[in-house]
């Protein structure tokens, strides 16, 4: 929708680069929810702010409907619109490990994170086609009506487990394992400076590829529909070999994917056959870092370190994209495209050291963890 703000909206206005910062500053409000929503929980309540959350999240796109100026833009659809989508995602993401055992945890975790991939399968065709038909402004009221249903259906089927004492009260000394938690800390703030730019960047290089919008937007919905199916599997895979194992191999697998498949992508048939893999490959973390957060520090206190874990992944949500169009920009797509798979092989080795460390050495390196 960026181009469309660009070339027809506010044309003259603004530029693609400062356009791109409304879905990053969208996306890092989402996931910065981690930094204050805890004793906003539970100050009033889990189903309380879902509710908030449920209202105003569309609203922030129906307002940017109404948008005159970019700035109203970056209030709108990248602060309200994200903020609010933050609040319904920091009660959600963690339930699932919170109701089930360890032996199902990852599979009802990556089931309920993979509503996301198809989202994105069933949005992006469908925001082609109502912005073809519509313009961008009635299409962001469609969508936000679409929101409020789907928000609200959620919502009123939401069961928020009942949890013995306040998740707040946990403190560093009871966080089983705090160095390894410090170096998930470090993965959550290294991944996603990766992770959005092969998606983001579909549309460009389709392009590039002399491939038409329909085209572009087609591989979009493949990688969403890779994605979804890759954090069911995924998840399948934690309860078997472990979350850790599991995260690092799909990690490094999502680097290597993108620096020799996407480089050498000269046609289409190859790109076709990167955006499977890494459709497949990368996102896993949405679904995993709940379960190794769970093994870390129990469940008792999730909800606290899950967030910390989310919240650091905001700085790559805002500046991982931009940073990979400036490198496109001023250089070439081999400079861009090696810098997104290489972050993404830097992020697997801290779990790599997290795997070796997990037991302190007094273990099997197959041990399932």
């Known amino acids: 929708m960026g181009f469309r703000y660009v070339e027809e909206v506010f044309h003259d206005q603004v530029t693609t680069f400062q356009i791109s910062f409304v879905g ?5 409000c989402l996931l910065s929810g981690g930094l204050y929503m805890t004793p906003i929980i539970e100050r009033i309540g889990a189903r309380l702010v879902m509710i908030c959350g449920t209202v105003m999240a569309p609203l922030g796109l129906v307002l940017s409907s109404f948008s005159t100026s970019p700035w109203h833009v970056f209030v709108t659809q990248g602060v309200v619109f994200g903020v609010f989508a933050g609040w319904t995602f920091t009660v959600s993401v963690g339930l699932p490990a919170q109701w089930f055992s360890s032996q199902r945890r990852g599979l009802a975790t990556g089931l309920s994170s993979a509503g996301a991939g198809i989202g994105g399968v069933f949005f992006g065709p469908v ?14 009221l469609v969508l936000g009506a679409i929101g409020w249903v789907l928000l609200g259906t959620a919502t009123a089927l939401l069961r928020i487990p009942s949890l013995s004492s306040s998740s707040s009260s946990v403190t560093r000394q009871e966080v089983n394992h705090p160095v390894s938690f410090y170096i998930l800390l470090v993965f959550s703030f290294l991944i996603t400076f990766g992770y959005f730019f092969p998606f983001f960047s579909v549309p460009l290089y389709a392009g590039f590829l002399g491939m038409d919008d329909d085209q572009g937007a087609t591989l979009i919905s493949v990688m969403s529909a890779m994605n979804a199916v890759a954090r069911i599997m995924m998840g399948w895979t934690a309860d078997k070999i472990g979350g850790i194992n599991t995260l690092f191999i799909t990690t490094f697998c999502s680097g290597l994917f993108s620096s020799l498949i996407w480089q050498f992508s000269h046609t289409y048939g190859i790109y076709v056959v990167y955006c499977v893999c890494i459709g497949f490959s990368s996102g896993t973390f949405v679904s995993l870092l709940p379960i190794i957060v769970t093994d870390l520090v129990g469940t008792q206190a999730l909800p606290k370190y899950l967030s910390l874990c989310y919240a650091m992944t905001m700085f790559g949500n805002l500046f991982g994209s931009p940073i990979a169009n400036t490198l496109l920009e001023h250089y070439n797509w081999t400079v861009a495209i090696q810098y997104t798979g290489a972050v993404s092989i830097l992020a697997s080795l801290n779990l790599l050291v997290l795997r070796y460390i997990r037991y302190d050495g007094d273990d099997s390196i197959w041990r399932k963890v």
């Open 24 to 28: 990053t500053l969208a996306s890092s």
């Open 127 to 140: 925001t082609h086609t109502l912005i073809s038909h519509l313009g961008y402004r009635r299409s962001l």
